[in-house]
């Protein structure tokens, strides 16, 4: 008969999979002294064939002036600002854990606030956009609402650089070509998300999305607010935006505290990362 082990084994490393219209987090709570996420931890998740796949790690910590601290990786290991579906996602958890409907989130960002917006939908406010050159930022002096690269797009600054380009028809746009070009362009020194985008109606644009550091995305909440503030300022909307992506509709309104953003949120599941996938790291 096979003896039972004396010791029990290792454990691994727990962390929940979101995700905010198709935009899909890793979420690591690392309140209670979690392992620290590298650029390789970060990577080696973030490899959809060989980790868990994500288009942002969002990484908890304990707040020293909110609820909570937020963290944000990219597939490609590299740190992320902002990341607006993830922080619904992150924040409709904590609101249900601790049963409140309304709490704050310290990010790159600055401070956030998320309120539960009823009916399963989860609103942030993602602060105020940053439309002068050093705020995106942009490489030199620019005119953010019209910048001298083909297409005139519009550059944005929510915590990360967005650059938007308003199409007759964002579905015929080769995003994947498209958007690998301009997110290296020398113009924006720290890469940048971009947006492709059509007006549907009234207050309704059809977006497409190609984040920095990821590629294509179902949907970002970031770019969407950029493109909401990019279209307002171009007169083609109002500050109320509803907006429809390959993953769902979101909504944005731009008041004059922040950009808040609305939209549903959803936990998959919960499961632990095994002590050899984290041996195996770099």
């Known amino acids: 008969m096979r003896q039972m082990p004396d010791q029990v084994p290792p454990t691994g490393l727990p962390f929940l999979k979101m995700h905010g219209l198709g935009n899909d987090f890793v979420v690591i709570d690392a309140r209670n002294g979690a392992r620290s996420v590298t650029p390789a931890l970060a990577q080696a998740l973030g490899d959809r064939h060989r980790g868990v796949g994500f288009d942002q790690l969002a990484v ?80 030199r002096d620019c005119d953010t609402l019209n910048l001298p690269l083909d297409g005139a797009p519009v550059a944005t600054g929510m915590g990360n650089p967005h650059c938007t380009f308003f199409v007759e028809d964002a579905d015929a746009v080769d995003l994947e070509a498209q958007g690998a070009r301009f997110e290296h362009d020398p113009l924006f020194p720290e890469r940048t998300n971009v947006q492709f985008a059509h007006v549907i109606g009234p207050d309704h644009l059809r977006m497409r999305v190609w984040e920095r550091g990821v590629g294509v995305t179902l949907a970002s909440g970031s770019s969407s607010c950029a493109v909401a503030v990019a279209a307002a300022r171009r007169g083609l909307t109002g500050r109320q935006v509803r907006l429809t992506l390959d993953g769902g509709e979101i909504s944005i309104d731009w008041r004059d505290d922040g950009a808040w953003m609305t939209g549903p949120t959803a936990h998959v599941f919960t499961a632990e990362l095994t002590p050899a996938f984290l041996d195996g790291l770099p």
């Open 60 to 139: 908890i910590e304990t707040g020293d002036d909110s609820d909570l601290r937020l963290t944000f990786w990219n597939a490609d290991g590299s740190l992320a600002g902002a990341c607006g579906n993830a922080t619904r996602c992150v924040a409709r958890r904590e609101m249900e854990l601790t049963g409140r409907d309304r709490i704050t989130l310290r990010t790159e960002r600055g401070l956030l606030e998320a309120v539960d917006a009823g009916d399963g939908l989860t609103s942030v406010n993602m602060g105020h956009p940053m439309l002068d050159w050093q705020g995106v930022p942009l490489a």
